[in-house]
């Protein structure tokens, strides 16, 4: 279970952070900080308990991250998991590309 949910959130790092090389290495070595500085826990409580804040970071970082990159002097681009691309002006209108 813990192996599963280990190689689950380095699946949703990558796909979440694709493209992004720094923010792919920090997630990388965070997601592997956490698990090292646990691996000697006993306790059934407290693997329990640490495998829920696992998964509901996957959770957030699947459901909650947004990136961002600038298109122009004044425009952003929101980047998704989906085929569209949110494209919006410093003065906050927006539009959806494909």
């Not at 689950?8 to 592997?32: C, S």
């Not at 002097?73 to 691309?85: G, Q």
Request: a positive charge; charged letters at 35%; hydrophobic letters at 35%.
């Amino acid at each position: 279970q813990v192996l599963k949910l280990f190689k689950l959130l380095h699946r949703t790092r990558q796909e979440v952070f694709k493209n992004d090389t720094k923010a792919l290495e920090a997630a990388r070595q965070k997601i592997n900080e956490e698990f090292r500085n646990n691996r000697d826990e006993t306790s059934e409580e407290k693997i329990n308990e640490l495998l829920k804040i696992a998964s509901d970071v996957e959770v957030v970082l699947r459901t909650s991250v947004i990136q961002a990159v600038h298109t122009d002097s004044d425009k952003i681009a929101l980047r998704n998991n989906s085929t569209h691309t949110q494209e919006r002006s410093a003065t906050g209108q927006h539009s959806l590309r494909r």
